[in-house]
Nanobody
Framework: QVQLVESGGGLVQAGGSLRLSCAASGRTFGSYTMGWFRQTPGKEREFVAAINWSGASLTSPDSQKGRFTISRDNAKNTIYLQMNSLKPEDTAVYYC?????????????????WGQGTQVTVSS
């Protein structure tokens, strides 16, 4: 089972940028599809983006509208989420997840392992 550790969260002003990282343990990292989700208090976890082993990716269009980019470095067992033009409504705990499934899954139940989350707070 892969283990995931997120980092890079913090406090940023609206319009700023952050890059989240997710480091994975395990020699089979390259075979996992990886994803980012986010969650605010009282709400369900929301899909942000996913990327497969070859780098094909999917980003949720509804809330991100081209501001977020997911990438991965298989040599470093790490994925990233570059977030630009941040808005206060992007404030959430951001989670990294790993899926053994095919395609670019967008549902929480399709992922097999989760990190502990990293807080992102965007001030207005």
């Amino acid at each position: 089972q892969v283990q995931l550790v997120e980092s890079g969260g913090g406090l940023v002003q609206a319009g700023g940028s952050l890059r989240l990282s997710c480091a994975a343990s395990g020699r089979t990292f390259g075979s996992y599809t990886m994803g980012w989700f986010r969650q605010t208090p009282g709400k369900e976890r929301e899909f942000v983006a996913a990327i497969n082993w070859s780098g094909a990716s999917l980003t949720s269009p509804d809330s991100q509208k081209g501001r977020f980019t997911i990438s991965r470095d298989n040599a470093k067992n790490t994925i990233y989420l570059q977030m630009n033009s941040l808005k206060p409504e992007d404030t959430a705990v951001y989670y990294c997840a790993a899926s053994r499934g095919a395609g670019l899954p967008g549902r929480e139940t399709q992922y097999d392992a989760w990190g502990q989350g990293t807080q992102v707070t965007v001030s207005s």
